[in-house]
């Protein structure tokens, strides 16, 4: 996540281990930053290097916990999210985040948090059930783009009115 000239990568997994490390680009090199607190994949980040969200995610287990990073180490977040979820989406920074659906380890989520830098607020449903898919947005307004869903072809927009869009496309 990030800008051409100010990118951070976490977290992932190989076929053996879950990864922890994070890794900094300014635009022309890669550096090394601080590994995150809690190793997991499937996570969703947000933000720029100085100002980022990771959230959610799976190790052994779901995943429920977030954590922000200030451009030198990670920190936890207080607050849980309201469901623990993975290969969820979201759009924002550390300060304003619209996360939403995921899955839950026994079905799929069409929840929808937004996190205020502080805590975790329950918003209306996205209107499909979708995991593995890409959002984009400020935290305020998200677009979100298909996904392993059953209608492949659908985009919805979220918006700060907490009211979902559906958009079919093709």
């Not at 030198?72 to 290969?87: D, E, K, L, P």
């Not at 499909?128 to 979100?144: E, V, W």
């Amino acid at each position: 996540t990030g800008l051409s000239d100010d990118t951070i990568v976490t977290s992932g997994a190989n076929s053996t281990t879950v990864i922890s490390n994070t890794m900094l680009y300014n635009g022309e090199d890669w550096s090394i930053g601080s590994d995150i607190l809690v190793a997991r994949h499937s996570a969703s980040l947000d933000g720029i290097s100085s100002s980022a969200i990771l959230h959610g995610g799976i190790d052994v287990r779901t995943i429920d916990s977030a954590e922000k990073f200030n451009g030198q180490v990670w920190s936890s977040v207080g607050a849980r999210m309201n469901s623990a979820r993975y290969a969820l989406s979201s759009s924002g920074d550390s300060s304003s985040v619209i996360s939403c659906g995921g899955d839950i380890g026994s079905s799929v989520s069409n929840l929808t948090e937004k996190f205020n830098g502080e805590i975790w607020d329950i918003l209306s449903s996205i209107n499909m059930k979708r995991k593995y898919f890409s959002a984009s947005g400020n935290g305020n307004t998200t677009l979100i783009i298909l996904g392993d869903v059953f209608d492949s072809c659908s985009t919805e927009i979220f918006t700060d009115q907490n009211i979902p869009i559906l958009r079919h496309i093709g």
